[in-house]
Nanobody, 123 residues
Framework: QVPLVESGGGSVQAGGSLRLSCAVS????????MGWFRQAPGKEREGVAA????????YYADSVKGRFTISRDNAKTTIFLQMNTLKPEDTAMYYC????????????????WGQGTKVTVSS
């Protein structure tokens, strides 16, 4: 069973919206932190948003504050990333991750990763 499976990526024009989904598995359902990361070609992977699953506390990178929202369903089996007012610089492969350590936007804090879903924003 794959630990995490992302979906929802695609191509959109600047100013548009997309919602990414991440289905968790029995390996990751008890993770303390769930995060969304992205990696553009030639750039390092960066944290976008994260949620502390025990309290629902959320964390965002400055570049996406006010535009992106991380959430989860009541059954705690799916993590979402609602992305609004998308910009060309948001173009990247987006990854879902699960982990137990902090800091929540640091990739090295996460143990399980999905395969990624591509987001392309055109100007």
């Amino acid at each position: 069973q794959v630990p995490l499976v992302e979906s929802g990526g695609g191509s959109v024009q600047a100013g548009g919206s997309l919602r990414l989904s991440c289905a968790v598995s029995r390996y990751t359902v008890s993770a303390n932190f769930m995060g969304w990361f992205r990696q553009a070609p030639g750039k390092e992977r960066e944290g976008v948003a994260a949620i502390y699953t025990l309290l629902g506390t959320t964390y965002y990178a400055d570049s996406v504050k006010g535009r992106f929202t991380i959430s989860r369903d009541n059954a705690k089996t799916t993590i979402f990333l609602q992305m609004n007012t998308l910009k060309p610089e948001d173009t990247a492969m987006y990854y879902c991750a699960a982990g137990v350590r902090q800091p929540p936007l640091e990739p090295n804090s996460y143990n399980y990763w999905g395969q990624g879903t591509k987001v392309t924003v055109s100007s």
